[in-house]
């Protein structure tokens, strides 16, 4: 969830830590702040509130080195304020670190470090940490900085991404991760690191990824890996990352939401791109090739997820029970890892992450590994947590998503899903060839309709501003758009601060119709399917209570455009598309919702782009 960013080499640090700092705000932070390694000591400055206060803040301080270290937090433990910013300095201020995660045991560490005479000037659990390692280094004998960190990370129950600085090694910075992801980028004689890629990508595309218990020892001319456990040299895997600044930049537009919420027709063409031959039709997906026959004998497949990817997974799930005919459980990654759940080794588990590196799924795919099933991912980053522990899996390739609350994520994930329904389909031999052709074919026109959607923006910025005031929303939708409800109503959520609820309609009737009156804006997905009547029955409830609706219809659809208030229209569209389609208004309707009401739509607040503690 926080942002790190390290620097070793011959250039000043201090602006490639800065500029990396801003590279990471969209993962969500309550205050940032940077070490320095300047004449044999560490220097920290650090402030409560943007990066741009920090920057301001070091404006007259003196900031040239080689070396430093810098972090974005967001708060776990202790409230947001200077002294709890990151980094944090030892006692004896001979070590200064930057973490991300949660040490578990830290109360206890804390109580020991207590007794040992240890004080504290924060409420953090990184601090503790600091503590410890210089502990270590104290009392051991002949112990250097490396081992401290070494000595210190084998007493640690947590989560952690870790860079480590010692005043007295000056010249080396000591990282390290467990469940909390950390690269290195390397350069001509410096190196990089960073939380992801971002920071790291305008400098070089060679990238090594940390695995759980890694140690890096990094000096300007060399990289050095072992582990927390044993001393012995690991040979780093270096990964070539294919992402480019211009992805990194609004490039004209207003915000990085809107920005990704245009980009959808790109990034569903190139989620099927080389997937749907273009002269057979069929679904080729080779990241599954190898485990298909495994697939194909799934008497079950579960799909973990957390927020949004949860909402894919379930219109996952209606695609692969109506179209594959495998019986497919949705699970919340946070309840499922907490609970005994009934895994068996004829199983497939799909974990759906934007990131790959959310750390209740990525706990529910060690479970399911434990357990003997299958473990394929769906997720969005090469390199990732997600894509290098499960057995299998798909890239969406999406593109880097910097808004906080996503949107051509989920559309890409989507996407995905349904190529997954449509290949055991046909492997399955449980879809006919019709009805398998005109699906693949809408799949393929998506993009084009989603243009024609995005060209209305302005109505339905016009729309938001008749209800950019509400207090509360419900969201309507049944099968495969009841998801789409839920979402949409996420949307407005997480950006516009608006309380907001998804239901499926058919259970209006039991609970939500207390609310409707004519202050409450009810959203309802109605395009034209097998459900469309029932929908139309639930619309004409709402208008017996005076509700005000806005719908989502199929364009040419005169009836309900007669019947409600406002209409977000949609092209003519296969069911089994819809989902991709419904989405786009939702998400325009929100954005323009939250400009309105003066929101940080890229950074919502108490939100982060990446979950990475629990």
Not at 116 to 142: C, P
Not at 375 to 398: D, K, M, P, Q
Request: charged share 25%; glycine share 6%; proline share 4%.
């Amino acid at each position: 969830m926080c942002g790190i960013v390290g620097y070793i080499g011959p250039k000043n640090a201090y602006p490639v830590l800065i500029k990396g700092l801003k590279r990471l705000e969209y993962r969500g932070y309550d205050s940032s702040g940077i070490a320095l390694s300047q004449n044999n000591q560490i220097n920290i400055f650090k402030k409560k509130g943007k990066v741009s206060e920090l920057e301001y803040f070091c404006s007259e301080k003196e900031t040239y080195t080689n070396v430093g270290i810098a972090h974005t937090r967001w708060a776990t433990h202790g409230e947001p304020n200077d002294n709890n910013a990151h980094p944090h300095h030892s006692m004896n201020n001979t070590f200064s670190i930057i973490h991300n995660g949660i040490i578990e045991n830290y109360e206890r560490l804390k109580k020991d470090l207590l007794n040992k005479g240890y004080t504290f000037y924060s409420d953090t659990d990184s601090e503790v940490l600091a503590n410890l390692i210089e502990y270590m280094y104290n009392e051991g004998d002949h112990v250097n900085a490396e081992q401290a960190v070494r000595m210190a990370l084998s007493r640690v129950v947590g989560a952690y991404g870790l860079v480590v600085m010692c005043k007295d090694e000056p010249g080396k910075l000591i990282a390290s991760r467990v469940s909390s992801p950390l690269a290195i980028g390397i350069g001509e004689g410096e190196y990089f690191l960073a939380s992801d890629a971002t920071p790291i990508i305008e400098y070089t595309k060679n990238v090594v990824f940390l695995n759980d218990k890694d140690v890096a020892i990094i000096t300007k001319n060399s990289l050095t890996l072992k582990s927390v456990d044993a001393d012995e040299e690991i040979t780093p895997e270096i990964h070539r990352i294919e992402l480019s600044v211009g992805e990194l930049e609004k490039n004209g537009y207003d915000h990085f939401m809107l920005k990704e919420i245009f980009e959808q027709p790109k990034t569903i063409t190139d989620s099927f791109r080389g997937r749907i031959d273009p002269v057979t039709k069929e679904v080729f997906l080779g990241g599954l090739s190898e485990v298909m026959p495994r697939i194909l004998d799934a008497k079950r497949i579960i799909i973990i997820a957390c927020g949004t990817s949860w909402h894919a997974a379930l219109i996952g799930e209606y695609l692969i029970e109506e179209y594959a005919q495998v019986p497919v459980e949705v699970e919340y990654a946070s309840e499922y890892r907490y609970r005994r759940p009934i895994i068996r080794e004829d199983d497939v588990v799909i974990a759906i992450s934007q990131s790959g590196e959310t750390a209740d799924t990525m706990a529910a795919i060690r479970l399911a590994k434990e357990k003997g099933a299958l473990v394929l991912g769906i997720c969005n980053v090469v390199g990732s947590s997600v894509a290098r522990e499960t057995h299998a899996g798909i890239y969406t390739h999406a593109g880097v998503e910097i808004g906080v609350a996503s949107t051509k994520a989920f559309t890409a994930q989507v996407t995905v899903l349904t190529l997954i329904a449509l290949r055991l389909a046909r492997k399955h031999q449980t879809i006919t060839d019709e009805r398998y052709f005109t699906i693949i074919d809408d799949l393929i026109s998506v993009p084009d309709k989603i243009e024609s959607i995005l060209i209305k923006h302005p109505s339905i910025k016009k729309i938001a501003k008749k209800y950019y005031k509400a207090v509360n929303a419900l969201y309507l939708g049944r099968g495969f758009l009841f998801p789409v409800a839920l979402e949409g109503a996420l949307k407005l959520k997480e950006i516009s601060y608006i309380h907001a609820e998804g239901y499926a309609a058919g259970e209006m009737k039991h609970g939500p119709i207390a609310l409707i009156d004519n202050n409450l804006p009810v959203v309802v997905v109605a395009a034209k399917d097998r459900y469309y009547e029932k929908v139309v029955s639930n619309i004409q409830e709402v208008k017996a209570r005076k509700g005000n609706i806005i719908a989502v219809i199929t364009e040419g659809d005169s009836a309900l455009r007669d019947m409600v208030e406002d209409i977000m229209e949609i092209p003519k569209c296969d069911e089994v598309v819809s989902p991709l389609l419904t989405v786009i208004p939702l998400q325009l309707f929100s954005y323009y919702i939250a400009v309105l009401r003066g929101c940080d739509v890229d950074q919502p607040r108490n939100l982060a782009k990446s979950v990475t503690v629990e």
